[in-house]
């Protein structure tokens, strides 16, 4: 076979002429045989180079002849592979259109278990506002818990079977709660046990007392609360920055809460429904534990779609990726093989050492603090408003539906500004959002007996008012955050190597939301403690909460620059894995020949 490995005599294909004299006489057009259809021996056109002597065709010359013309033809098809739609590569694709669609699901679930969460508990027997700073407190035991536990799981299982083992006890948690926990709850709460320990105790024990009268509902809290936490930052974000390049996540990132966000319409509008479907039941029928029936049930069914879409993405996308995010994808487990592995301490010891990770956590805290230092306020307003709780309910269906709806467009925005702007003005954009509108909150709420008389013709009261502008402070934060702060953040996790990627993650993302929480609800366990009331303690929560953004702004700026040079490096990186990619692919046909 080695005369097959020889070159013909035959010029490149530019110099080529075809001669148009069959061999045998048979009449055959030269067109349709560059045309794909494969000529006979006898009538085949030959194929001569300029200015060498003519050469009969042979069997063996035959054989050299037709990778010529298929190449011809393989060219020509060459373009049609490579199509692109919008302007956007098919395999790119084949990446944005599942994980959109689960990140459509996991907000979705996020939006239905937040406002359940706060029905529970807020308008729960001798409950109220005042016990969630208590329970962000509980989230830190619980976020190292998880941790430990993800830790271990992430040194025995796969990448996919972490996703799945990591997923799967929320949904099924969930389900459970609605079938058994909800209906027995009667019997399940030890009323006796804390009534006679609301009898012997001082009445700054009822916060505490309550929780311990409403365990049940305290667990489905704790879950919806790292739901946040673990699925969207952990897993979602985790699986999407591992087959996301950089520009790929500055084109799209932007694009995944629109889908979420439409979820958060879908969500809004499912909890109004359920919310008044009281109303046409019988008498006696407990029309919220029928409503958080039905929101369970989408919860458990959007929950099995997630598992669904990234099975198509671990089966159908990935094997089809460039070499450098398919290596990105199997790094972090070659490396677990090769290094010891490290105990928590270790790990965070490791990321304590790096600037650029602690910038990040810097700015998941500061967020994290921020929000629950204006939300707990708010929602203690809107139980004074609403304390029943299907009206509590639907008033929060209407409040995510508006979410979903503005943070559309600040999608919209947010994508111009990344791409006209940069990382950086970006980054900076959320802050100042949060800072202008918790500003305008506090203000209306401490001057509320001032606004009361201009209020009256209007036929709003100051406690009312107080909702709508805590709403909309609310509102404008979250769709800063969808749209402008989360894309942001897991931009500047790309450029990382995977081991720094994966920790990275385990930590800021899990701890780092965690500890901004808990510690948000901690500074306002010790202002009301020393002011009073949580009235009282406004002003300072402000003065708190404008020296907490500062800070955050310092860690943007700081960390704009390291990024810009990671990102550069990462850039060069990407460019000779990809030329060694071509280079492979050049040799690939050469060597099969």
């Not at 010891?340 to 810097?362: E, H, V």
């Not at 929602?379 to 929060?396: D, G, H």
């Not at 990407?574 to 690939?588: N, R, V, Y």
Request: aromatic share 10%; proline share 6%; hydrophobic share 50%.
């Amino acid at each position: 076979m080695s005369f097959l490995l020889q070159k013909p005599v035959v010029a490149p294909r530019a110099t080529l002429q075809r001669k148009a004299t069959p061999v045998l006489g048979a009449r055959v057009s030269p067109v349709k045989a560059f045309n794909g259809v494969k000529p006979t021996i006898c009538g085949q056109p030959r194929l001569v180079q300029t200015a060498l002597p003519k050469v009969v065709p042979q069997p063996a010359v035959q054989e050299n002849v037709r990778p010529v013309v298929a190449s011809a033809s393989s060219d020509a098809s060459k373009p049609a592979e490579k199509k692109h739609f919008l302007g956007v590569a098919p395999l790119t694709w084949a990446k944005v259109i599942p994980l959109s669609l689960m990140f459509f699901c996991i907000l979705f679930n996020y939006t239905v278990l937040r406002s359940c969460k706060d029905v529970l508990i807020i308008t729960a027997p001798g409950s109220g506002a005042e016990v969630i700073p208590f329970l962000k407190v509980l989230n830190l035991p619980v976020a190292v818990g998880f941790t430990l536990y993800y830790s271990a799981l992430a040194g025995r299982l796969s990448r996919e079977q972490l996703f799945y083992a990591v997923l799967l006890p929320f949904i099924v948690f969930f389900g459970l709660f609605a079938l058994v926990v909800y209906p027995n709850k009667e019997s399940l709460q030890p009323n006796a046990v804390c009534d006679l320990l609301a009898s012997k105790l001082p009445e700054g024990f009822a916060g505490p007392i309550a929780l311990l009268r409403n365990w049940a509902y305290v667990c489905f809290f704790m879950m919806a609360e790292i739901w946040g936490s673990v699925v969207i930052s952990l897993l979602f974000w985790g699986t999407a920055n591992q087959i996301m390049t950089v520009e790929e996540a500055g084109q799209f990132y932007p694009f995944f809460g629109m889908g979420a966000n439409v979820s958060l319409v879908i969500a809004g509008r499912a909890i109004q429904y359920f919310s008044v479907v009281k109303d046409n039941l019988p008498a006696g029928v407990d029309g919220w534990g029928v409503a958080l029936n039905g929101l369970m049930s989408m919860v458990v069914f959007s929950g099995a779609c997630i598992c669904g879409l990234y099975w198509a993405l671990q089966n159908l996308v990935v094997p089809r990726m460039t070499p450098i995010s398919a290596d990105q994808m199997a790094g972090s487990k070659k490396k677990k093989k090769n290094k010891q592995k490290m105990s928590i301490g270790d790990s965070l010891k490791f990321l304590a050492s790096s600037p650029y990770i602690l910038d990040m956590a810097t700015m998941v805290i500061s967020f994290g603090i921020c929000i629950n230092l204006v939300e707990v306020t708010w929602k203690a307003k809107l139980k004074a408003q609403y304390p029943n709780p299907a009206e509590f309910s639907a008033f929060m269906g209407a409040f995510s539906e508006a979410t979903g709806v503005f943070t559309l467009g600040m999608m919209m925005v947010g994508r111009i500004v990344l791409g006209k702007f940069g990382w950086g003005v970006t980054a900076l954009a959320t802050p100042t959002v949060l800072l202008v509108t918790a500003i305008l909150f506090f203000a209306l709420v401490l001057a509320g007996d001032v606004l009361k008389g201009p209020l009256a013709p209007f036929g709003i009261t100051p406690l009312y008012a107080a909702v709508l502008v805590g709403a909309l402070q609310n509102i404008f934060s979250r769709s800063s955050k969808y749209s402008l702060f989360d894309p942001c953040k897991e931009m500047a996790y790309i450029p990382l190597d995977p081991v720094m990627q994966a920790q990275g993650k385990a930590a800021i993302d899990v701890m780092g939301n965690l500890i901004g929480k808990s510690g948000g609800a901690a500074v306002q366990q010790t202002l009301i403690v020393l002011c009073g009331s949580l009235n009282n303690s406004t002003p300072y929560i402000g003065v708190l909460l404008t020296g907490i953004i500062l800070a955050w702004m310092r860690s943007c700026v700081s960390l704009n620059t390291q990024f810009q040079a990671k990102y550069k490096e990462y850039k060069e990186r990407a460019a000779a894995a990809q030329a060694a990619a071509d280079a492979a692919k050049k040799d690939g046909p050469e060597k099969s020949a």
